[in-house]
């Protein structure tokens, strides 16, 4: 199985057709093809979130992961408890934790 094609990747707009490009060679991944006017508004509003998604997506992977190896580092009930390492050693790895998946879900535009 091959890799995709690194991120990020960017919407470059021809006439009416949408091309899905990267930064490395600014290569053409993908290309939305448009005839009517409500098309192109579709294509535009498509390739928009695809590249968003595309884009965060590592990072929502990365930082839900690191979030939840917290949480079973800790315990549930210990990490509610404050036990093992310390309140404020657990308060500042869930903090860390909440600020990457922040981070992850306003790089995606998801609302918290």
């Known amino acids: 199985m091959s890799n995709h094609t690194p991120t990020p990747y960017h919407i470059n707009k021809v006439f009416n057709d949408v091309n899905y490009t990267n930064s490395e060679k600014d290569e053409i991944i993908a290309r939305l093809v448009a005839g009517s006017a409500e098309e192109v508004g579709r294509n535009d509003a498509n390739a928009e979130f695809?590249?968003?998604a595309c884009n965060a997506h590592?990072?929502?992977g990365a930082s839900l992961?690191?979030?939840w190896k917290i949480i079973e580092m800790a315990g549930l009930t210990n990490l509610m408890n404050a036990v093992?390492?310390?309140q404020m050693s657990w308060y500042?790895?869930?903090e860390n934790a909440k600020n990457l998946s922040y981070a992850a879900l306003a790089k995606a535009k998801i609302s918290q």
């Open 84 to 86: 093992q390492l310390g």
């Open 50 to 52: 695809i590249v968003r």
């Open 92 to 94: 500042h790895k869930a």
């Open 65 to 67: 992961n690191r979030t």
């Open 58 to 60: 590592d990072d929502l």
